[in-house]
């Protein structure tokens, strides 16, 4: 168990000229020991990278990786003690599930009854204890992913546990269920444990702490309510979320923030700085207001969706979208139709406001 | 729920008819002139009496050729026991990318383009003790090395020929098993703590299994029907220590024309690479793969 520090970049190439040549641009990030982190974002924004960096298995072209305070820059996974967990099962053919488990203790001299017995709790924890003595080729692809685990999570003196997309060949149900088990595990070993993924439901439901990253930049860490309530970058809102935070463009005078010609006035004493900016709202807090009230935007709707528990309205105001997620589409009477006029809250106390795509306020 | 059963159409068949028609002439033919000549006694082409199970019954008491048929397996196996580890090891120290990797594997496929008759004459003058490189030099190291006369020189002389031009096709064979490992998987064993021979024995060798598989077939088939090797280089001498079995049967069928007899091993032959490719397939199918009692922990 460790508390991991880094402060380092990595580049592919071997000189990098600009920020595009870096697969990861510097950072500086703490993970703290026995918690719980994701790694979020699109492919080939550099999760598996900074990964393959704290597991050992990449040097970072500059910088440093510290566990506990001890650099380990230069140390193999072995010697930094990392458990990883890869995004296709990776299993020894000619041996059983059971042995297949023990592998890592085995090659640490552990002792054999307590090999026997760490085995036993980990099969247990996976449901696997009546499979132990089958051979591990035999099994399915899920079965197999189960033993990769396993095998990342059976040294109990790891200092973290690192999974690369590891639910990426698990069937949808089985993914829930795996899912739920990583997270009681987590509880029950203590362990640190970070997990690689491009799933925001994933991320969000597996974590404590999410790093949203992209192009190789981590742009903002937090928990998953952080990052669904105050996300830092406008990426961070469209990531997250289905569908994501709407933005509207709006220009801050003095007194008033105008969307196009309709002017809003904010709800408290807030100071914004002027010029443009945008306005970040979740559908989720984007309701039906009054006609005329003071945060509101009079829009016209353009797609009505019904997605079963509740309806995706996207609505247009002098070419601007915004998408509400409303429980209910009748108003007043009125069911809200393609081509009706409706006015749509957006400045509220869930509102937040981006400049140059970072948030001010 | 629909109970209508699917049509049969017997017209199928005849999809098959010209596999049927290319493997008739490809080999039942000739297996069924071959068993034609085996229960025959041929005196002259006008000539002939059917004599059943006598030739069959005749080679069996053939000590002669029970000695070739052992010296075969000898050979046989001993090829196997060499060429398989060692082109596993080739395999294992051959570079994995870059320009090298594109050089070494020319260079060890350079034995395999050369034809068989041209590679006894290779080591016929590579032996000779005035002017080859390698008679020459065992004999300048003070050992009396002769494969004209001695009867272990050139038996191994015979095996050394054969390790240097088929274990690159083992090696490659290995090469090409090696290259279709993931990354994540020496990355995982390193992980797990894993030794070099661990990553061997547990992720390369069984990773391989299946295309050295095709090794062993390939390489036992081969060289029980070894014939052009032996016979540029010794004839089969000194003596019939180097008379295989093919050599054996051409003497036979066609130096002595003894035709029936020589027929009726044909088959016998036949039946023992046949039984063995079948044995040594299955089992290499199966190592590793029966499920395992009490192995826990």
Known sequence: MARIDLDLAHAYSANPQQDSDYALLPLKMRF?????????????????????????????????????????????????????????????????????????????????????????????????????????????????????????????????????????????????????????????????????????????????????????????????????????????????????????????????????????????????????????????????????????????????????????????????????????????????????????????????????????? | MSTTIKPVNQKAWFLILPVLLCVAFSAILPLMVVVNYSVQDIISPDRRVFVGTEWFAAIMRDEELHGALWRQFIYSFSVLAVELPLGIALALSMPATGWKSSAVLVIVSLSLLIPWNVVGTIWQIFGRTDIGLMGAALQGMGIAYNYTGNASHAWLTVLLMDVWHWTPLVALLGYAGLRSIPDAYYQAASIDGASKWDVFRFVQLPKMRGVLVIAVLLRFMDSFMIYTEPFVLTGGGPGNSTTFLSQFLTQKAVGQFDLGPAAAFSLIYFLIILLFCFVLYNWMQSVGTESKEGGHA
């Not at chain 1, 204890?129 to 033993?147: E, F, V």
Request: aromatic share 6%; proline share 5%; with cysteine.
């Open chain 1, 32 to 361: 703290e020991d026995g918690g719980a982190y994701a790694l979020l974002g699109p492919s080939g924004c550099g999760k598996t990278t900074m990964l393959n960096v704290m597991s050992g298995l990449l040097t970072p072209s500059q910088g440093t990786v510290l566990f506990d305070g001890r650099d380990v820059t230069q140390d193999s996974p072995q010697a930094r003690n990392i458990a990883q967990v890869f995004q296709f099962p990776v299993i020894y053919d000619t041996m059983t599930v059971a042995e297949n488990l023990a592998f890592p203790l085995r090659n640490r001299q552990w002792a054999a009854d307590k090999i026997k017995q760490r085995v036993g709790q980990i099969a247990e924890m996976l449901e696997m204890s009546a499979q132990l003595n089958q051979r591990a080729a035999g099994l399915s692809a899920d079965a197999k992913q189960k033993i990769s685990l396993g095998r990342g999570l059976v040294r109990p003196d790891v200092s973290a546990v690192l999974f690369d997309e590891p639910l990426t060949v698990i069937d949808p149900h089985l993914k829930w269920e795996l899912r739920r088990k990583l997270k009681q595990i987590h509880h029950e070993l203590k362990l640190t444990l970070i997990y690689v993924t491009h799933d925001q439901v994933e991320a969000l439901t597996f974590a404590e702490q999410v790093v949203v990253m992209t192009r190789g930049r981590a742009v903002q860490v937090g928990s998953p309510a952080d990052l669904f309530e105050r996300p830092r970058h406008t990426f961070v809102g469209n990531f997250i979320g289905s569908p994501g935070m709407n933005f509207i463009r709006a220009q801050v005078t003095n007194d008033a923030v105008l969307v196009g010609a309709q002017a809003l006035t904010l709800p408290t004493a807030m100071t914004l700085p002027t010029g443009d900016i945008k306005l970040g709202i979740r559908p989720e807090y984007v309701t039906v207001a009054q006609t005329q009230t003071p945060g509101a935007l009079p829009m016209r709707v353009i797609q009505v969706q019904d997605v079963g528990t509740h309806f995706i309205v996207t609505a247009e105001h002098e070419g601007q979208r915004v998408k509400a997620r409303l429980a209910d589409i009748a108003t007043d009477g009125a069911v809200l139709v393609v081509g009706s006029v409706v006015w749509l809250e957006v400045l509220g106390a869930h509102t937040c406001f981006y400049k140059n795509e970072e948030i001010v306020a």
